[in-house]
């Protein structure tokens, strides 16, 4: 198949940990690249944010990444993108002038108004089949940051909308299905594949990372608040109580100590205030080479969202044979066994999380239980050659449900 992949503010080519690259560019990178592995043909276009960028880079047999000038060649907010999609959708649609692909995947609800416009366009006409991955949903988002959700109010109809319009939906997990349907999105449109894990770098042989005190719990991913990692500051009183005082928090992500980073300045004057700052290290970004090491010296990963669409985090630490301790959260309930790979928790629940971090580090047999039943998990469910399976199996229904259908009535509001 030629398939078109298209993230908008989520580029493969990204470096991970800032403020709007995290695991939607894993998951474009890794299941782009698994397709291709699998004989498939894939471009994937991107917004070009910065002005060096070449406009075309290969990165292995199959698989190309375009950079798309739509708007300004300079890191512009995901929330702010919207007035630019209609640029992307020009530009993708002048790429297929010669050949338009098989299938279009879009990532996030703005490619999908991006593709949804581009399929209409050119040669290719309505003929172009439109699967959407939404990697987050605008009512989970509201519905937990309220006024603090800054989507463009565009958001609340154009994301329905688009369910509708798409020819499938792939959805990362079964609680995001359940929120499509409560969208009125019909589920017989929805396929699951969940996100995915690379198991070649992932594993639980090799070196670790050095650690200072008797105990490491590791918080890993973007510094943002919906991410819950001050909770997890806010745990280590709790924990410290509960007989763990030489413990250190490790939180991998954002920009440091160093930087500008508002979160991180944030958690460094929380865990000031509480007084655990000696515990606590912000190493900031990390190459992702390094991160096995990472994984691999802590006693636990810390996963403590406020809400999660799916989650790469754990399964990366389950593949490396450490127990996550995680917020019973949307993805993280399919990913993460209770008690079989790792201890849930109720979401925003500082002391919740200090009692099971303190049951895992109290009995290091109950970690080696987890963390080895975690990496047999992790190997057997979420390969990305598995999860590159799945999503073909989409593919092919949408494909032929365009066969025999003519394209539904255009998307309101998508023209911009």
């Given at each position: 198949m030629r398939i078109s992949m298209i993230s908008e503010h989520a580029s493969p080519l990204a470096a991970l940990g800032g403020v709007d690259a995290g695991g939607q560019n894993v998951h474009v990178a890794a299941l782009s690249g698994a397709l291709?592995?699998?004989?498939?043909?894939?471009?994937v276009y991107t917004r070009r944010d910065a002005p060096d960028l070449p406009t075309r880079v290969r990165v292995q047999p199959g698989l190309?990444?375009?950079?798309?000038?739509?708007?300004?060649?300079?890191?512009?907010?995901?929330d702010d993108l919207l007035p630019f999609m209609g640029a992307l959708a020009d530009a993708i649609a002048e790429d297929w002038a010669e050949a338009a692909p098989d299938v279009v995947h879009a990532?996030?609800?703005?490619?999908?108004?991006?593709?949804?416009?581009?399929?209409?366009?050119?040669?290719?006409?309505?003929?172009?089949?439109?699967?959407?991955?939404f990697h987050a949903l605008g009512t989970v988002k509201r519905r937990h940051q309220g006024a603090d959700d800054t989507s463009p109010p565009e958001r609340r109809f154009l994301e329905p909308s688009l369910g509708r319009a798409a020819d499938r939906i792939i959805a990362t997990c079964s609680d995001e299905a359940f929120e499509l349907k409560a969208m009125g999105i019909d589920t017989r449109t929805v396929s699951i594949a969940p996100c995915g894990v690379d198991l070649e770098l992932f594993s639980s042989e090799g070196p670790a990372d050095a650690k200072r005190r008797a105990h490491r719990i590791l918080s890993v991913g973007r510094l943002v608040p919906r991410k819950g990692v001050d909770l997890v500051i806010r745990s280590l009183p709790h924990l410290k109580d509960l007989g763990f005082a030489d413990v250190e928090l490790l939180i991998v992500g954002g920009g440091g100590t160093g930087g500008r980073d508002p979160e991180a300045r944030r958690l460094v004057e929380l865990a000031r205030s509480l007084g655990v700052a000696g515990q606590v290290e912000l190493r900031g970004q990390v190459p992702r080479d390094a991160m096995p090491g990472i994984f691999r010296s802590a006693d636990a990963v810390a996963c403590t969202p406020w809400y999660e669409p799916f989650g790469i985090v754990p399964l990366e630490a389950m593949a490396c044979g450490i127990p996550v301790v995680a917020a019973a959260v949307g993805g993280l309930t399919d990913s993460v066994v209770d008690r079989g790979t790792g201890l849930h928790v109720p979401p925003r629940n500082p002391e919740a999380i200090a009692g099971a971090l303190a049951a895992l580090l109290a009995s290091p047999r109950l970690r080696t239980k987890l963390g080895r039943a975690g990496e047999r998990r992790a190997r057997a469910r979420y390969s990305w050659n598995r999860v590159a399976e799945e999503t073909e199996k989409a593919y092919r229904l949408a494909i032929a449900g365009m066969a025999g259908a003519a394209r539904l009535e255009p998307m309101e509001g998508a023209a911009l």
């Open positions: 291709a592995r699998r004989g498939h043909r894939v471009t190309e990444v375009v950079h798309v000038d739509a708007g300004p060649a300079a890191y512009v907010p995901k990532h996030f609800w703005m490619s999908g108004v991006a593709a949804l416009d581009a399929a209409r366009r050119g040669p290719a006409g309505s003929g172009v089949p439109v699967v959407q991955t």
